[in-house]
Structures are given as C-alpha cells and as structure tokens.
C-alpha cells in the first residue's frame, strides 16, 4: 500500500516555474515507478511524466518537454516535479500516481493555475 500527498501547487504568471512535490508513504515506493498526471477542466486525464523506479529512465508528454524535470529520491520517499517557462495550458490539478501493475495509487491533487 501506498499513500502519497502532493504539495506546491499555486498560481504563477505566464514564463514563471513551481516545483511540485509527492511524499509517498509504504515500504515499496522505492520499487514503484511514479507518475505525475494533470486533469485541465473539461479535458482527460494525461501523464505529464513518469520516472522508473531506480530514477534512471524517464517520459515526459511532448508539450511539456524541455520545461519540466521529474525526480525522486528514494531515500526519503518523494517526487518531485520541476516545471519552468510555465504557459496558460499548463493549468490543471496535478496529480502524484504511483504504479504497481495498473497506476493503482493516487493522491488528493493540487491546483496549479498559470495566468496569461
């Protein structure tokens, strides 16, 4: 079982960066691979970024590539999301999912708003 809460979110002008973080709680975190999804108003679910769980192979969605960094630390259970030259449809909740064999375990989301 894993738990995760997620922090960082806020509203950021156009260009502007956050830093979100996922702090997950279970003994296999380490052993997961992890996910950041977001979910835009009236739009699907989408992974953002994903990264394996020995950190050394990431994904990201083409419309963020070169502006957002995944990472973890395994050591201290937790995520991170970089984002940097933030844009108006980068606005959604923001989501820390973890995978087992389907992305099984999610946490509560946080608002990231970015204005034009």
């Known amino acids: 079982q894993v738990q995760l809460v997620e922090s960082g979110g806020g509203l950021v002008q156009a260009g502007g960066s956050l830093r979100l973080s996922c702090a997950a709680s279970?003994?296999?975190?380490?052993?997961?691979?992890m996910g950041w999804f977001r979910q835009a108003p009236g739009k699907e679910r989408e992974l953002v970024a994903s990264?394996?769980?020995?950190?050394?192979?990431?994904t990201y969605v083409d419309s963020v590539k070169g502006r957002f960094t995944i990472s973890r630390d395994n050591a201290k259970n937790t995520m991170a999301l970089q984002m940097n030259d933030l844009k108006p449809e980068d606005t959604a909740v923001y989501y820390c999912?973890?995978?087992?064999?389907?992305?099984?375990?999610w946490g509560q989301g946080t608002q990231v708003t970015v204005s034009s």
């Open positions: 990264i394996m769980s020995s950190g050394d192979s990431t």
């Open positions: 279970g003994r296999t975190f380490s052993r997961n691979t």
């Open positions: 999912a973890a995978k087992r064999i389907a992305w099984d375990y």
